[in-house]
């Protein structure tokens, strides 16, 4: 491992061994508003060259556009990387603010076959439900994932935004590798009873948004700053009073970033890292970006190290945050415990 490359961790008892963190790609061709292609596929080989080795992805994202344009790097790079993508959710291309779930057994099955096909590999490596229908139990659900495993078109399988009771049932089941929620310096929900179940199991924690999709940095103060077509505009912290709220609350941030030399957006990251020592389970962060120099600027993160005095200026954070973190909270972990 040279300076420049980042250690690994295993996810789960059998899982994948991958980089400490990953890359969340939504947003080489979906929601946060245009892209440039020949950026982001320079953004994919400059995270590979730094270890990342996850590479997330789902069906969802431009209804598999983003599958498709991550094809021929994965195809470039089978061996080197893990291949994570999600099934369950759809978003109407004339109704961005809505979401349709399904969990049955037909669904899933069509599901996987056309994200292979999309995404040009002839097994994924981490397949996750991507959001819960709570009117199909969940062991039905994850009975057919892992059918796919068995029949050799899915190797690990992955939950997103479950509850802890919902975890325990799943892993009844088959092994769950890992589970994704949203954790970050604005967004703990999930440490009351997601992180406790998923450690005493043995399952990694897959860290969504753990940047505040892009809060955390102080790249842009509110709704405001974005883009018409990003989708950012939906979220409750980022428009009006609360993002004025949250933006006063990165001030703690910035005092612990001058500490370090290092930038807002590396100290949420080194944050969300030190977590795994914390709570004793593997976390691997998915901040997602399409410039080759915030890979570089993500990944250094991995290498900081907070002080009980950083810890504890950060600390308050969370609770003061103004806003759910979607304005529909039922499709969340939380919204179902």
Not at 211 to 218: P, Q, S
Request: with cysteine.
């Amino acid at each position: 491992m040279t300076d420049r490359t980042i250690p690994t961790v295993r996810l789960g008892r059998e899982g994948p061994e991958v980089g400490i963190q990953g890359l969340g790609c939504m947003g080489m061709s979906f929601a946060y508003g245009p892209s440039d292609a020949e950026e982001s596929r320079a953004t994919l080989e400059r995270a590979l060259e730094q270890g990342v080795t996850l590479y997330d992805t789902a069906d969802a994202y431009g209804a598999g556009e983003n599958e498709r344009f991550l094809a021929p790097f994965f195809k470039a790079h089978r061996d080197e990387v893990t291949v994570a993508t999600k099934f369950a959710l759809s978003i109407p291309p004339d109704d961005p603010t809505r979401r349709v779930i399904r969990n049955d057994p037909p669904y899933i099955r069509q599901a996987v076959e056309d994200s292979l096909k999309r995404l040009g590999i002839d097994v994924i490596d981490l397949y996750y439900m991507h959001r819960r229908d709570p009117e199909v139990p969940i062991e039905e659900t994850v009975g057919v994932m892992a059918e796919l495993v068995r029949e050799g078109k899915v190797k690990h399988l992955g939950l997103s935004e479950v509850t802890a009771a919902e975890l325990r049932a799943a892993h009844a089941v088959h092994p769950i590798a890992a589970v994704q929620s949203e954790w970050s310096l604005f967004s703990r929900d999930i440490e009351r009873q997601v992180v406790p179940a998923a450690a005493g199991l043995g399952v990694a924690l897959v860290a969504y948004s753990p940047l505040g999709r892009g809060f955390l940095t102080g790249s842009f103060a509110s709704a405001d700053d974005l883009t018409a077509g990003d989708f950012r505009r939906q979220h409750p912290r980022f428009t009006g009073e609360n993002a004025a709220a949250n933006a006063a609350l990165l001030d703690r941030i910035r005092e612990v970033a001058g500490r370090h030399g290092a930038s807002l957006g590396q100290i949420a990251l080194a944050w969300v890292h030190h977590r795994q020592t914390l709570h004793g389970l593997p976390v691997v962060p998915i901040p997602g970006t399409r410039r080759p120099g915030r890979v570089d600027e993500n990944t250094a993160a991995a290498r900081i190290a907070l002080t009980e005095e950083d810890l504890a200026a950060l600390e308050p954070i969370a609770a003061r945050v103004a806003g759910d973190r979607y304005a529909d909270m039922t499709f969340t972990s939380a919204g179902r415990e």
